[in-house]
């Protein structure tokens, strides 16, 4: 079983104002330096069997036609390595 | 004579029994229709009604987009039935591209219910031919996304071709473009809109006042002429 | 994983020296001593773990219950009750046929740790209790109270409860009618998160939890059962049977108002079509709870198989699965026949349902895993005869000082100048400030039958379409009533409810309560506890309105510290027809004023005490039960005649806090006379009880004051409707520009 | 300026009903073969300066007291590499 990542994002001509509450909040909390904080979705997908071409070619479509609405999002699709996960953990 | 309005349920659809009210209240025929079934029941006009349809997981709208009610109704809608989406029914009919644009949370973060004010810029789609051009009215608004949003080009387009059919006044309470309340297809059978017509159809109950209840007599009057 | 050996009721006798961990899980060890005395040999793990959550303070109310009697031993005659304390939710004939079940419960401590989730899942609670009875949610109720208003905690709690309660209500389409916000310190470390929710149904809908008719089967349905809240059970299974267990366990429960959207509409379609024999929500202690009352409640036995319980975690064990909390879950007992019927509309709605017993013509619960019997007891035992405790309770040594601290005695303004600017500060008080920054994010109009909702005296619901029959519903409560005298304090608290129901032309019928104490282990707190609760089944006796249900929630403090005594009291009452109600709003100018009941000097616990004085001390307003029948019986008739136009309620801030509100809602100010009798300050900031300021047409003036008169009722003229500025001749004026400006802005100001 | 990323997640032991109903979505879409979806939140936030230890370790107090609510979730926070995101994205 492998691990497959949608990452989902507004688009960057759309106001985020999520994000925008964050970075007002940075200052506040004593960080500075943050010059921009964008809030998008992230899907982790557990999927069975391989994750091949054809496999991540069916998770595009479905990243296009349903977890993102591309009238206002972005989307990236990745397959996660276990490594990169612990590296970036610790 | 008079004429047959469905009122489509969706798990979590909320406002179902209230719009069906609204429509038996304007003279017309409510008829229950089921997200399951493939079948809009030979209705003359469809209202997607208010409400959290699956929660509004992933995006508001975006599950029940994809329900097999939703076939017929994008088929027929496109040639021409009748079809109103009310705040999560406005967003299904974004989702399925029935209506162009998108809506997204409200600019404050927060849920908002309050009664609106708002101007009627177009009263020639099926579902505002009784109210007059610039009237201003106030209805309910509630909900948590409500903020619509769409490309530079598609808001020029509808503003230019009279397609935005509510504007916000006096507050605009969720960031959309334009102040834009509500929208309607270049042929104007379709239209969506945020504040929830159907919660403004009886005296005493919710805001007193009956703002909303000429969307139910337009499209019964329409339809009856038809 | 090989659990070596089951811990079934067979092993459990041939292993009587087997140590539990049952002080762990919170029992005592004389309770341990009973529960083997009950059994005639040690526990199994898994009757353990049932033993110990119901026998918990949360579901035995062992501290509590024998003050709590008296809502039963001094309820007053009603025809009104149909189902009364011990059920979900008590049951309320309100005519035509139609019955109305509601309650009010606690959410406060996993509000405080996790204040969206915890305040969602109170709603969702309170919501499957109503349910539960039969009925159609029709409105929730949100009483709410938090440290102080500046405190940067109150920032972090208050936002995410009220974005919990809108999200979790606003999805299932409950419009909120009413609620309470209150700032205090006292609730700094205990925000209390109360909510309260009411069902309508016909009276032959009405459902109990009882599993009868041996043969009949339970179903389980909902969502799947995880290691929600289940910290206890952990222990056991981990330190006593297996230490292979994974140790994750969720300290916070995560609600899903879209799953329990789904529940009500498939329960409401099973009840309709006759399906269903009895019912129980799962709630605190889940499975444990709901299998054990059901039986108990009912003629036979039960038989359960665990196995069959589906899981979003395949590494529960069985003790596990029968203390999870996890939300939106039911129990529901059917008949052979109609089962396949139950998991059908089940499936419609895409809820997971399923067979996890039957109903036996024993007498015993038994509970099945893996083919072992690993319960087998009593199900009264487990539900109803936990421990009751007597705990020592007395007077706290400090409450003569706190009492001879009198706040009459509290400097008064000097000056017009100074008068005016008290009204100012404390109409922009937080306690006394506009909530509509927090109402604004419910939803008041979902299902089409609002009449009135916040800011109004009380909520108000259309029942019947066609006859325009409505209930109405009001929550109050004073902590720092209670504080100086916790018996006046719970009276105060019923008859502010009962007065706000009665404003709005409404008839008080039931009361529910929600009980909100320190620890009952400190003998002050107890007397707090024991005098609240004799002082509310006092009134309810004598107002003639019976307890129907409520709930306790103790151990609210921090340290030595506890928060204020606070009873909330819920008031349910019936109009016959909607349409007469009696809005809060100033309606037309050149309306009469006049200020109905006695005006004392009583400042003890007032708003003005705290908002200029930060004063708590003194003796609470005095009560009189029987002057607020009279006020309830003259407003409601005023409201059925069409004698008045608005009506408010007087309660914390006084006279001049009602107008400034009665005013800013309707747009139109107040010209105001200080009566003969009274000095300005007095009329403006007391807070006499049994008190209400209508408007009365010119042309139903006499009429009015004839009733008054007649009915013994004190009625003094005191203004007129009137301008743009709330106006006290000879002393002040505001204009409504600037009273709206403080009133609303203070609370975005301190959380937005 | 480079561009640092956290990503939050509901703890695995907490319920997820957001998930849930984008799973149980899939088979209606015609998309088979997917066991599980979780569903979270991405911040992207653009730092001033360079991203070095000191630099992240910031972000990380930043995600642990603000970004997540660390009762219910966890979080991961990762540098994000331009060369990853274009060939995610391709
Ligand atoms: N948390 C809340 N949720 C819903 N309504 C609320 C809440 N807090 C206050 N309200 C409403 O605001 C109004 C004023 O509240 P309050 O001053 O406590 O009323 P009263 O003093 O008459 O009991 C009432 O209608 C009350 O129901
Ligand atoms: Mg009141």
Not at chain 2, 19 to 35: D, S
Not at chain 3, 98 to 126: C, D, L, R
Not at chain 3, 654 to 669: P, R, T
Request: with cysteine; glycine share 10%; hydrophobic share 40%.
């Amino acid at each position: 079983m492998a691990r497959v990542v949608v990452d989902v994002m507004l688009k960057p001509e759309i106001l985020d104002p999520q994000g925008q509450a964050v970075q007002r909040a940075l200052p506040r909390l004593g960080f500075e330096g943050i010059s921009d904080v964008r809030q998008g979705k992230r899907f982790e997908l557990e999927v069975d069997g391989p994750v091949d071409e054809a496999a991540l070619a069916r998770i595009h479509d479905l990243a296009e036609s349903f977890l993102a609405n591309t009238v206002i999002e972005d989307f990236v699709v990745k397959v996660e390595e276990p490594a990169e996960v612990a590296e970036a953990a610790k | 004579m008079t004429a047959r309005i469905g009122v489509v349920t969706f798990p979590g659809s909320l406002d179902d029994r209230d719009t069906r009210r609204a429509i038996r209240i304007a003279g017309a025929e409510p008829v229950a229709l089921w997200h399951k079934d493939k079948d809009l029941k030979q209705v003359d006009a469809v209202v997607l009604c208010g409400g959290f349809s699956y929660g509004d997981y992933l995006r508001a709208g975006a599950i029940a987009r994809f329900s097999p009610v939703m076939e017929p109704l994008i088929e027929q809608a496109k040639a021409g039935l009748p079809v109103l989406g009310i705040c999560n029914g406005f967003q299904i009919l974004t989702e399925a591209h029935l209506l162009p644009g998108g809506m997204l949370g409200n600019d404050h973060l927060h849920f908002i219910c309050r009664d609106q004010k708002l101007r009627v810029e177009n009263a020639e789609t099926a579902w505002t031919g009784d109210y007059r051009q610039g009237q201003e009215i106030s209805i309910p608004l509630k909900n948590m996304d409500g903020r619509y949003v769409a490309d530079a080009r598609t808001v020029d387009a509808l503003e230019a071709e009279g397609r935005v059919v509510f504007r916000y006044l006096d507050v605009n309470p969720n960031g959309s473009l334009n102040d834009i309340a509500g929208i309607t297809n270049e042929a104007g059978n379709v239209v969506g809109l945020m504040p929830h017509p159907e919660h403004a159809v009886e005296p005493l109950i919710g805001t007193g006042r009956t703002d909303g209840l000429p969307f139910f007599t337009s499209i019964l009057k329409k339809l009856v002429n038809a | 994983m090989s659990r070596t050996p089951l811990d079934t009721v067979e092993h459990a006798a041939a292993t009587p020296d087997v140590e539990l961990p049952w002080a762990e899980l919170g029992l005592k060890k004389d309770e341990y001593e009973r529960v083997v005395e009950i059994l005639g040999r040690r526990p199994t793990g898994a009757e353990l773990a049932m033993y110990s959550v119901m026998w918990s303070e949360h579901c035995s109310y062992k501290s509590s219950k024998v003050h709590l009697r008296q809502f039963g031993e001094k309820a007053p005659e009603s025809d009104a009750l149909l189902v009364g304390i011990g059920e979900n939710a008590g049951v309320v004939d309100v005519g035509q046929g139609y019955a109305v079940t509601f309650k009010v419960e606690s959410h406060n401590h996993p509000s405080y740790v996790e204040p969206y989730q915890g305040a969602a899942t109170g709603v969702g609670g309170i919501v499957r209790d109503i349910i539960a009875m039969g009925a159609r949610p029709v409105a929730v109720v949100d009483p709410l109270r938090f440290g102080a208003a500046d405190h940067p905690d109150t920032k972090r709690v208050l936002p995410g409860v009220v974005a919990g309660i809108g999200g979790y209500g606003n999805c299932l389409g409950l419009p909120n009618i009413g609620g309470e916000v209150v700032f205090d310190a006292c609730y700094q470390g205990n925000p209390l998160v109360n909510a309260g929710a009411i069902g309508v149904m016909r009276h032959e809908d009405i459902h109990l939890a009882k599993a009868s008719g041996a043969g009949n089967k339970v179903i389980l349905y909902g969502a799947r059962t995880g290691g929600d809240g289940i910290g206890g059970a952990s222990i056991l299974a981990s330190e006593t049977f297996d230490d292979a267990k994974p140790s994750k366990r969720p300290a916070v429960q995560v609600g899903d108002p879209f799953q329990e959207k789904l529940l009500i509409e498939c329960t409401l379609e099973a009840f309709a079509e006759k399906l269903v024999v009895g019912i129980q929500d799962l709630g605190a202690a889940g499975l444990s709870c709901a299998t054990s009352e059901l039986a108990s409640n009912g003629s036979g036995g039960m038989r359960v198989t665990l196995d069959d319980v589906p899981l979003r975690d395949s590494t529960l064990s069985p003790e596990e699965i029968l203390m999870s909390e996890s939300q939106e879950r039911m129990c529901a007992v059917v008949e052979p026949a109609k089962v396949d019927r139950f998991l059908e509309i089940c499936e419609k709605w895409d809820v997971i349902a399923t067979v996890i017993g039957e109903v036996t013509d024993g007498d015993r619960l038994e509970i099945f895993w893996h083919g072992g019997k690993i319960v087998d007891v009593d199900p009264r035992t487990v539900a109803h005869d936990g421990p009751v405790y007597e705990r020592p309770y007395a007077r706290p040594d400090w409450q003569d000082a706190l009492q001879a601290d009198d706040a009459n005695k509290l400097p008064r303004p000097a000056s017009a100048a100074e008068l005016k600017a008290q009204v100012l500060k404390l109409v922009g008080s937080p306690n006394q400030a506009s909530k509509k920054w927090i109402t604004s994010q419910y939803d008041h109009f979902v299902q089409g039958n609002t009449v009135l909702a916040q800011p109004e005296d009380s909520g108000m619901i259309r029942v019947d379409e066609e006859s325009g029959l409505g209930v109405a519903i009001a929550t109050d409560g004073n902590g720092r009533y209670a504080k100086l005298d916790p018996y006046t304090g719970a009276q105060l608290a019923l008859a502010e409810a009962y007065r706000n129901v009665a404003t709005t032309g409404a008839k008080p019928l039931a009361v529910s309560d929600c009980l909100n104490f320190g620890s009952p282990e400190d003998p002050a707190v107890m007397w707090q506890f024991a005098e609240a609760v004799r002082g509310l089944a006092d009134g309810c006796l004598q107002l003639g309105t019976p307890v129907t249900g409520g709930n306790v929630s103790l151990y609210n403090q921090t340290g030595e510290a506890a928060i204020h005594p606070t009873p909330v009291v819920a008031v349910l009452g019936v109009i016959d027809d909607v349409a007469r109600r009696t809005p809060v709003a100033f309606q037309e100018e050149g309306q009469l004023l006049y200020l109905l009941g006695d005006t004392r000097e009583e400042f003890g616990g007032s708003a003005w005490s705290q908002v200029v004085h930060d004063h708590l001390g003194g003796l609470p307003p005095a009560v009189d039960l029987e002057r607020e029948r009279l006020l309830a019986e003259i407003l409601i008739s005023a409201s059925r005649d069409g004698m008045i136009d608005s009506a408010h309620d007087l309660s914390d801030g006084g006279l001049v806090q009602a107008v400034v509100e009665s005013a800013l809602l309707g747009g139109k100010g107040a010209r105001l006379v200080v009566p003969d009798g009274l000095d300005a300050f007095t009329f403006l900031f007391s807070e006499s009880a049994g008190r209400a300021v209508v408007a009365v047409p010119r042309s139903e003036e006499l009429r009015f004051t004839d009733m008054c008169g007649a009915r013994g009722l004190p009625a003094t003229r005191v203004g007129v409707v009137d301008g743009a500025a709330v106006e006290v001749q000879g002393e002040f004026a505001l204009t409504l520009d600037e009273l709206r400006e403080t009133h609303e802005n203070t609370i975005p100001a301190l959380l937005a």
